[in-house]
C-alpha cells in the first residue's frame, strides 16, 4: 500500500495568515493526489483533485500544489471558517489510502 | 445536487454481520464507482471498497475476506455488509462517490467527490 505522511500534525495560527500543509508519499504517484477539509462531525469536503485542480465552489485561497511524492496544500489567507483537519488521499494505485491529517487550530 | 444518505443499526454485537444501505438522490447510479469508507481516531480514514454501477465490486485486500458490497440502480442504492465484526470495526462509516475528470486525453477515478454525512457504528456485546 501506498503510504501518505502528512505534516504538521497540528499547526496553530491567525485569521490572515498564510499556511502550508504537506503531504509526502511513500512511492511516486504522478498528481493523483486529492486534499479533503473535515469539520467536527461532517463528513470530508473535496478541496482539491489532480494535485492542483480546485473543486467546484471551493474558494480560491487553497491551492495544490507538486507531483510525484511531495505535495503541499496552501491556504493563501486564513479564514475562520477554516479551522478544520485536512486530509491528502492518493488514487494512483489501490487501495486507495489517506494521510493522517493535519489539525489547523488557533 | 447528488446527495447520499448511509442507514443501518448503529450497534452490532461481536461476530455479527454489520449491514449498511446507501439511498443515493437526485441523480443517476450510471457508469460510476460507488465506495464505503469508515474513520476511527485511531487508524484514522480508511478506504474499505466500492462497487461499480456495474455489480463489479474492488476492495481493500486488508478487508476483503469478510467484506461484500452490491448495488441496485433501480432503487438508487448500494450497501456494505461487513462479517465477524469486532470492537475493532467501531466506526464512523461513510458512502462516497469517486468523481471523474479528464487529463491528457483520458478520463479518470480517483477522488471522492459526493460523501454521505456518515453513521456512527459501535461493536458491542
Known amino acids: 500500500d501506498i503510504q501518505l505522511t502528512q505534516s504538521p500534525p497540528f499547526l496553530s495560527a491567525s485569521v490572515g495568515d498564510r499556511v502550508n500543509i504537506a503531504c509526502r508519499a511513500s512511492?511516486?504517484?504522478?498528481?493523483?493526489l486529492a486534499w479533503y477539509q473535515q469539520k467536527p462531525g461532517k463528513a470530508p469536503k473535496l478541496l482539491i483533485y489532480?494535485?492542483?485542480t480546485l473543486q467546484s465552489g471551493v474558494p480560491s485561497r487553497f491551492s495544490g500544489s507538486g507531483s510525484g511524492t511531495e505535495f503541499t496544500l496552501t491556504i493563501r489567507s486564513l479564514q475562520s471558517e477554516d479551522f478544520a483537519a485536512y486530509f491528502c488521499?492518493?488514487?494512483?494505485?489501490?487501495?486507495?489510502?489517506f494521510g493522517g491529517g493535519t489539525t489547523v487550530e488557533i | 445536487q447528488l446527495r447520499l444518505q448511509e442507514s443501518g443499526p448503529g450497534l452490532v454485537k461481536p461476530s455479527e454481520t454489520l449491514s449498511l444501505t446507501c439511498d443515493v438522490f437526485?441523480?443517476?447510479?450510471?457508469?460510476?464507482?460507488w465506495n464505503w469508507l469508515r474513520q476511527t481516531p485511531g487508524k484514522g480514514l480508511e478506504w474499505i471498497g466500492y462497487?461499480?454501477?456495474?455489480?463489479?465490486?474492488n476492495y481493500n485486500p486488508s478487508l476483503k475476506s469478510r467484506v461484500t458490497m452490491s448495488v441496485d440502480t433501480f432503487k438508487n442504492q448500494f450497501y456494505l455488509e461487513l462479517r465477524s465484526v469486532t470492537a475493532a470495526d467501531t466506526a464512523i462509516y461513510y458512502c462516497?462517490?469517486?468523481?471523474?475528470?479528464?487529463?491528457?486525453?483520458?478520463?479518470?477515478?480517483?477522488?471522492?467527490?459526493?460523501w454521505g454525512r456518515g453513521i456512527l457504528v459501535s461493536v458491542s456485546s
Open positions: 512511492q511516486d504517484i504522478t498528481n493523483f
Open positions: 437526485y441523480d443517476s447510479m450510471n457508469t460510476y464507482y
Open positions: 462516497a462517490r469517486l468523481g471523474d475528470y479528464l487529463d491528457n486525453g483520458g478520463t479518470y477515478f480517483g477522488h471522492f467527490d459526493f
Open positions: 462497487v461499480y454501477s456495474n455489480g463489479s465490486p
Open positions: 488521499q492518493q488514487y494512483k494505485t489501490y487501495p486507495l489510502t
Open positions: 489532480a494535485a492542483s
